[in-house]
């Protein structure tokens, strides 16, 4: 008696939407409150075997509402400006750990590899960097935005060589200047950004909205 192995049926599903989009770019952005709800975990595993079946992915990932946890802890109350708030140096310094804490959870959980598929055990790797350049939203209506900024350009040459070595990128909400500085990004932007450096087959967004 043949008995069918059920990791083959799970490729013949899989077949169509693997052919389909094998080799194509995803700039993929997780808001922070999708990470903050407890979906994180699932999403994560979904996008790591998306990138295992010959995606190409960025993911770019928001830290809002997590930077606002620490705030209150602090017992900082943020300015806001134009749906941006300022960044000063107290809030720069909590936007910098949160960012480097949410991205060490992000490499933690795509070194898990892919439980429960016929693909666990497969290796990823995953790497971040000074690949989007940032400038500052400078003094808008009077109001001095600090360390508040906005994409200058995209590395879309580094990202891309990147890519095509199979690496997993991710991108945090931050960007750098020529002159050293880190710059607090609104995480929509360097997705959308992103997306467009790199002429994306897909941009898209997992979040609340």
Excluded: C
Excluded at 152 to 173: E, F, K, M, Q
């Amino acid at each position: 008696m043949h008995t069918r192995l059920p990791f083959v049926d799970w490729f013949r599903n899989s077949s169509p939407y693997i052919n389909a989009h094998r080799g194509r770019t995803f700039v993929i952005l997780i808001e922070g409150e999708a990470i903050a709800n407890g979906r994180g975990e699932q999403l994560i595993q979904d996008l790591a075997l998306l990138h295992t079946l010959g995606v190409r992915l960025v993911v770019v990932y928001g830290i809002r509402p997590q930077v606002g946890t620490a705030l209150d802890e602090a017992g900082i109350e943020p300015v806001r400006h134009d749906g941006r708030w300022i960044a000063d140096g107290e809030i720069m310094r909590r936007v910098e750990r949160v960012a480097a804490e949410q991205r060490l959870w992000l490499e933690a959980r795509l070194s898990l590899g892919l439980p429960n598929t016929p693909l666990h055990g497969v290796e990823l790797t995953a790497v971040s960097g000074n690949l989007v350049m940032a400038k500052p939203l400078g003094v808008r209506q009077g109001i001095d935005f600090d360390h508040t900024g906005e994409v200058r350009r995209v590395r879309a040459t580094a990202i891309g060589s990147l890519l095509d070595r199979g690496t997993l990128v991710i991108l945090p909400p931050l960007g750098f200047s020529s002159t050293g500085e880190v710059f607090d990004l609104d995480a929509a932007e360097v997705a959308q950004q992103t997306a467009v450096a790199l002429k994306a087959d897909k941009l898209i967004l997992l979040g609340e909205a």
